[in-house]
């Protein structure tokens, strides 16, 4: 791509993807959460190199599986992963290491996220490139992974 277009379709991203949406954990926050999820510092904020990486890896990577942050991760291993690592939780509240997982009618996992504290979630909204992996109110991300036909579940990661 020549060096014109490919200002022109980063900037399109950055305009898209205002940086304003974007929360950065305070460090007092990455400190009480680093046991838990030890990524989260290093891909808050980060853009994949290629389309691919998922919501799944996203989440695996901020509690600390290499490598996941940059691969599509499949439903099967996030699965695993999510049975091994975690726990089911009711009822609405959220705190560090909250894995929340938007099912569909048939149980599968359409969507996941992991809360960084109470007020705020760590999500890849996207398989394209040009969504980042951020930290956004936690009330936010619900509201719009919001669909009538799917279910929101908490698991807490245990350590």
């Known amino acids: ?15 898209e993807n205002d940086a304003g949406r974007h929360h950065q954990p305070s460090s007092t926050t990455l400190r009480r ?20 990486p998922n919501c799944f890896g996203a989440v695996m990577a901020a509690a600390g599986v290499t490598g996941a942050e940059t691969e599509w991760m499949q439903l099967e291993p996030f699965e ?3 049975a091994a690592q975690c726990r089911p939780i009711r009822g609405s509240r959220s705190k560090p290491g ?3 997982v938007w099912r ?13 504290d109470e007020d705020f ?12 992996r951020w930290v956004r109110p936690l009330a936010e ?3 719009t992974n ?14």
């Open 1 to 15: 791509m020549a060096s014109a277009g490919r200002q022109a379709v980063c900037r399109y991203v950055e305009l």
């Open 33 to 52: 959460s680093r046991a838990l999820m030890p990524g989260v510092k290093a891909i808050a904020g980060t853009y994949a190199t290629a389309s691919g």
């Open 80 to 82: 695993k992963w999510l």
């Open 98 to 100: 909250t894995v929340l």
């Open 104 to 116: 569909d009618p048939e149980r599968v996992a359409q969507h996941a996220a992991i809360c960084v």
């Open 121 to 132: 979630a760590l999500e890849k909204p996207s398989q394209g490139w040009m969504t980042p």
């Open 141 to 143: 991300i619900i509201q």
């Open 146 to 159: 919001r669909a009538k036909w799917q279910r929101l579940e908490r698991h807490q990661l245990e350590r």
